[in-house]
């Protein structure tokens, strides 16, 4: 008769999730979550209690998946806090408010060391400082026993000001189409980061740690922007939400946004002359920027960062470029869609 062999311990590192524990894991997490302005009550209890001085709260919730939006190879544990931390900012701005405060479920392998987690929170808290906003709590669990995938949801809250909200439903023909921040440089330094290489350095930090105008929402706010969204998918792709919602035409001008995102040459160029592509496909589909995009009436007067890239126009809503369907002009440039696709 075979006895059964006994049970070996897994050998875990001392650093691990699983033999810190979980109020263990908490405890460094927060000593790096820095301090919201408007807490009350901050990480460590059952919930926080935050001040809102507006009487409103914007809410937004984003989800990263790693090996779908970050691989730890190519980013490092702050840089992954950057980033989610600016997805979610980045939603309140496009709102015309200002972040104060951000919430975070986070999934992953028992096995991964807690210094990954702090380096995560420290990324996080370095995004959010500047805006006064914090991590003022969340939730922490391992993953599926067959996943090795970190997972994190995380949540932002905002502060509208006294502002009336900006929804993505107002745009009128006549207005101005403009955007502020950058567009094609995330998906320019993933192009680099897929081939194996790690320059130029600017285009693949700009994957790594997005930086969105984050006061530019508020900015364009109370300049009496009709209608904003931030450009997380791809310029065409968010364009088409905010054309559909609002019932109208937004004509891209080429040779405008050629102007504002392409001129003078720089990284986007260098590396789509190495790669034999067209930089315009990544400026037109590229995601996770976490530009803003808005319409704005024929007669305001754009805010500073803001530069007009086409007008809004009656019609069956839509998107085109200089009068082209936005699908063919992408087509053209090499672009495989107008942007992404969350269940492609």
């Known amino acids: 008769m075979t006895r059964p062999r006994p049970l070996v311990p897994r050998e875990d590192p001392a650093d691990s999730v699983r ?32 001040r809102v001085p507006d009487g409103r709260v914007v809410a937004t919730t984003d989800v990263l998946v790693e090996g779908r939006h970050f691989r730890r190879d190519w ?41 990954w987690l702090e380096g995560v929170a420290a990324g996080m808290a370095a995004e959010c400082a500047p805006l006064g906003a914090a991590v003022v709590g969340g939730d922490t669990v391992a993953s599926a026993p067959d996943s090795a995938a970190v997972v994190l949801s995380v949540t932002a809250l905002g502060d509208l000001g006294g502002r009336a909200p900006v929804l993505r439903s107002g745009a009128r023909p006549g207005d101005v189409l403009a955007v502020a921040g950058r567009l094609g440089w995330s998906a320019c330094g993933l192009a680099v980061l897929r081939r194996g290489f790690s320059s130029p350095l600017a285009a693949v930090t700009a994957h790594r740690r997005p930086t969105p105008p984050y006061l530019a929402g508020p900015a364009a706010a109370d300049a009496g922007a009709t209608a904003m969204c931030d450009v997380s998918d791809g310029l065409l792709a968010d364009a088409g939400h905010l054309a559909a919602d609002s019932g109208v035409v937004l004509d891209v001008d080429r040779a405008a946004l050629v102007r504002a995102t392409l001129e003078p040459p720089g990284p986007l160029q260098q590396v789509a ?27 305001a007067a754009l805010p500073e960062g803001w530069v007009p890239i086409g007008r809004v126009e009656e019609g069956e809503p839509g998107v085109s470029v200089s009068g082209e369907p936005a699908a063919a002009v992408a087509g053209a440039v090499g672009a495989e869609g107008t942007g992404h696709v969350h269940f492609g």
């Open 75 to 115: 980013s490092s544990a702050e840089d992954v806090g950057h980033k989610a931390a600016a997805a979610n900012l980045a939603d309140v701005a496009a709102m015309g408010g200002v972040a104060t405060a951000l919430l975070v479920g986070l999934a992953c392998p028992a096995d991964t060391p807690t210094s």
């Open 273 to 299: 002359a190495a790669l034999g592509a067209d930089p315009l496909a990544w400026v037109l589909t590229g995601g996770e920027d976490h530009a803003l995009l808005a319409t704005f009436p024929p007669s």
């Open 19 to 50: 033999v810190v524990g979980e109020f263990g894991v908490i405890a460094r997490v927060v000593a790096r979550a820095g301090a919201a302005r408007v807490a009350q009550v901050g990480p460590g209890d059952d919930a926080a209690v935050l």
